[in-house]
């Protein structure tokens, strides 16, 4: 298993704590090669989340949910996470 790949896993198992409807998580690591955060091996992902626990939320509340499920992560191996954090949406 990749280092990549195992790192997705451990994000996705944080994040089972929302218990998300929907789950993308992309390592963009590539896009970043020779950026100072990437030269220790850190990681640069993207995560796309939709939890019903986001609902009502503002962005940085959802944001700060995300964060503190895995704030032991940042800076290493997490060096950036960009967040697209939903809450799902309702049918009229």
């Given at each position: 298993?990749?280092?990549?790949?195992?790192?997705?896993?451990?994000?996705r198992?944080r994040?089972?704590?929302?218990d998300?409807?929907a789950?993308?998580?992309?390592?963009?690591?590539?896009?970043?090669?020779?950026?100072?955060?990437?030269?220790?091996?850190?990681?640069?992902?993207?995560?796309?989340?939709?939890?019903?626990?986001?609902?009502?939320?503002?962005?940085?509340?959802?944001?700060?949910?995300?964060?503190?499920?895995?704030?032991?992560?940042i800076?290493h191996?997490?060096?950036?996470?960009?967040?697209?954090?939903?809450?799902?949406?309702?049918?009229?």
């Open positions: 298993m990749s280092a990549s790949t195992e790192r997705i896993d451990l994000i198992s994040l089972a704590g929302l998300p409807l789950l993308d998580i992309r390592d963009d690591s590539h896009l970043h090669a020779g950026h100072a955060g990437a030269q220790g091996g850190a990681g640069h992902y993207h995560v796309h989340i939709v939890s019903a626990r986001f609902a009502g939320l503002s962005p940085v509340a959802r944001h700060r949910l995300v964060y503190d499920l895995l704030r032991d992560l800076p191996p997490i060096h950036a996470l960009a967040l697209d954090a939903q809450a799902p949406k309702s049918n009229p």
